[in-house]
């Protein structure tokens, strides 16, 4: 009997998971009364969930059963961009996107002008990464290079320690130093903040180096201001201190590392009395805490995303993972670095998502969505973009340059179908809608990017309206297109299945029945985890490679540098005389980028923001709360200032991510972003971004 049946007859608790992009990937229990969802909480036997849910996610049922949700299948049925639709039957919808996607298909120009695009809207592998996938592939649609979020950083990682395996965040207490680094952890990760509080318990100190004084900096022991982007130059810096006094570990390097001798060349070249000026701390600070974490016993680096969105963020990951190795840290519980636990996690994608279904075509880079909507010039290749299969994201919010995205989603010849559980600004500009399942209706399987425990969701309620799961809306047109194979007929609980027959040590005992029955399971390795404490690292040498031969081949130089962002004052200097600040744009407590957005007790009645240093401020005689205009050459928009200390002069932050459709006007910070692509990765440079900031009329 399902947990949808139960449910109805009876109260019940339903196990799920939460789908969020966020590395917590928490543990849920879904309480159901008489088929409806009363409450909904963080599982207490989960050893990282820990019974608590953020704030976002604790209002998940007033977004499911929000009045706005979309319920039925819808018809544009004005211009593109007003919000104007009719209800249609899910027959006439489906009719009208097989139809459309065959002819496009069909004609000269091929599958390949259909394109899917799709994120993080669920992190969930069945409805994110699995029937969309066979389904396309078989069609033989372009691809999309999924890089708006991590790819620089992963790369990064991978050329480095091998794969997107981090330090365990269970060994957090064990550490006698934590650097939170480019990391708003009790917005963006509040499930580690216990594990650094019981850290600091133990004795650690907790420093945070950010550009931003957020609520994380706020409560760590110190608050490192450093300037957007110069990263990299930091741990060069604090590397040149170790290999000066004598404080690395030579047995680790010796024995687990590839080109020490290189590395320890390299960082000659970044004095503490060079590196300050480009990251704005003092020398005598950049070298105490090189001193630091070089005396450490076992020091827990959390870098996030947010430090490798610009143009040099690859290279600033990959040369921060190096810290950990010089200084011997992973040797022990508490020690390394952790961008992502994702790469501990070994399902079998091969079988979800059948990429050897796939005829040679043509891959997209999403955060280039602009030009391969409107530019014929920029370089995408192929035909033209006629289709357009938005699914898990809002691009006209969320992808850089938004400006170039509007217009292209305006285009009358490009056919847009939208599965969605909200009218959001890219459903604005869909031909076709298509109400889609929310995580309390449908199976999921989930990994973290934060911890090392799998986790099922179960349907906990019958889906609301007409909506369907993504998997059954991509069967269902798969179908009416005529496309036979068998992959299109799996149910939901065969792809979980499928995913979880794989045969690394580290799934073994991962089952569905087990998965079942206590809605999460940690893999199969030790606890704490320490992946590296003897090598065995899963790059081509088997070792940290200082040293990186791929690199070399990519044209990108083997060992870690410093590689300045695109838009600082010293590297276009013309540029920063027109747009002197930086502009950050990470997200606000209560946003998730821009999912909860529409959710009011969500937003409370605030509008868009932006803080400036009082420096700043007065130089441009912008008082609290006074409306002021945020710009570059890309576009602009308009926010009510902050005045203060928690920025770094020439810093502004704009807490994102809004719905252009619910701002004063109809804008927001993606307006003044770029669709440049980062060192390595193809990612995106959201805070590679000059502004200036005036006085509204």
């Known amino acids: 009997m399902s947990a949808v049946t139960l449910a109805e007859s009876d109260t019940q608790v339903v196990r799920g998971g939460c789908p969020h992009d966020c590395p917590d990937a928490c543990s849920t229990r879904v309480t159901v009364e008489r088929g409806r969802a009363t409450r909904i909480t963080g599982d207490p036997d989960h050893p990282f969930t820990n019974g608590f849910l953020c704030a976002k996610v604790n209002r998940y049922l007033e977004r499911t059963y929000h009045r706005d949700r979309l319920l039925h299948p819808l018809r544009r049925v004005g211009r593109k961009g007003t919000g104007s639709f009719v209800s249609v039957s899910w027959e006439e919808a489906i009719d009208e996107v097989a139809e459309r996607l065959g002819e496009i298909a069909r004609s000269a120009d091929g599958p390949q002008a259909i394109l899917p695009y799709s994120y993080a809207g669920t992190m969930g592998l069945v409805q994110g990464a699995s029937m969309d996938r066979r389904f396309f592939h078989l069609l033989g649609a372009s691809k999309l290079d999924r890089t708006i979020c991590s790819m620089p950083g992963t790369i990064g990682m991978r050329m480095t320690v091998g794969a997107n395996i981090g330090a365990d965040g269970e060994g957090l207490p064990q550490s006698d130093l934590v650097l939170l680094w480019g990391t708003n952890t009790l917005t963006s990760n509040p499930h580690l ?294 992959v299109l007929a799996d149910d939901d609980v065969t792809i979980i299945k499928q995913a979880l027959d794989s045969p690394h040590e580290r799934m073994r005992g991962v089952t569905f029945d087990a998965l079942r029955e206590r809605g999460w399971m940690r893999l199969n390795v030790p606890r704490p985890f320490v992946p590296y404490a003897e090598g065995n690292f899963p790059t081509p040498s088997g070792k940290c490679e200082f040293v990186s031969a791929r690199l070399g081949e990519m044209g990108i130089d083997p060992v870690p540098t410093y590689t300045p962002p ?118 995106p440079v959201f805070y590679d971004n000059l502004v200036e900031v005036a006085l509204a009329d």
Not at 253 to 265: K, N, S, V
Not at 267 to 293: F, H, M, N, Q, S
Not at 435 to 443: K, R
Not at 616 to 635: H, K, L, P, Q, S
């Open 566 to 683: 695109l838009e600082l004052p010293e590297t276009a200097p013309e540029l920063a005389a027109r747009f002197p600040l930086v502009l950050i744009s990470s997200p606000r407590h209560y946003f998730l980028n821009s999912t909860f957005v529409n959710i009011e007790s969500l937003r409370k009645n605030a509008e868009p923001e932006c803080v400036l240093h009082a420096a700043d401020a007065e130089r441009r005689g912008i008082a609290e709360g006074a409306r002021v205009v945020v710009f570059n050459a890309r576009g602009e928009f308009t926010a009510v200032a902050r005045v203060g200390d928690q920025v770094r002069e020439g810093v502004v932050w704009a807490p994102s991510i809004w719905w252009a459709k619910l701002a004063p006007d109809g804008a927001n910070a993606n307006a003044t972003t770029s669709q440049r692509e980062t060192d390595m990765g193809g990612g």
């Open 193 to 486: 903040w216990p594990f650094v509080l019981e850290a600091r318990k133990n004795g650690a100190r907790i420093l945070g180096i950010d550009p931003i004084r957020t609520r994380t900096m706020e409560q760590c022991d110190e608050w490192l201001a450093i300037r957007p982007g110069t990263d990299a130059a930091l741990a060069l810096a604090m590397m040149h201190v170790m290999f000066d006094e004598g404080l690395e570990d030579r047995d680790y390097l010796e024995r687990y590392t590839l080109g020490a001798d290189e590395l320890r060349t390299r960082v000659l070249e970044y004095p503490p009395e060079r590196v300050a000026p480009i990251t704005g701390l003092p020398a005598e600070r950049i070298r105490e805490l090189g001193r630091e974490y070089g005396r450490a016993r076992a020091a827990f680096i959390r870098v996030n995303y947010g430090l490798q969105r610009h143009y040099g963020g690859g290279m600033a990951v990959r040369t921060i993972a190096c810290l950990p190795a010089v200084a011997g840290h992973w040797r022990r519980a508490g020690g390394g670095v952790q961008l992502s636990t994702s790469g501990t996690f070994q399902y079998n994608n091969a079988a979800l998502q059948r990429l050897d279904l796939s005829p040679p075509t043509r891959t997209i880079n999403m955060i280039r969505l602009g030009d391969a909507l409107g530019n014929a010039d920029a370089g995408v290749g192929g035909p033209p973009v006629r289709a357009l299969v938005v699914y898990n994201s809002n691009p006209a919010a969320v992808a850089p340059d938004r400006n170039a995205v509007v217009r292209g989603l305006m285009r009358e010849d490009l056919f847009t179908v939208v599965l969605e559980h909200f009218q959001t600004d890219t459903a604005d500009y869909a031909d076709i809608v298509l109400p889609a399942t929310t995580q309390l209706e449908h199976w999921d399987l989930h990994y973290s990017y934060g911890h090392v425990y799998a986790t099922l969701n179960q349907p906990a309620i019958e889906p609301l309206g007409e909506a369907k799961p993504n998997t059954e809306i991509f069967r269902l047109i798969g179908r009416r297109m005529g496309i036979t194979h068998p």
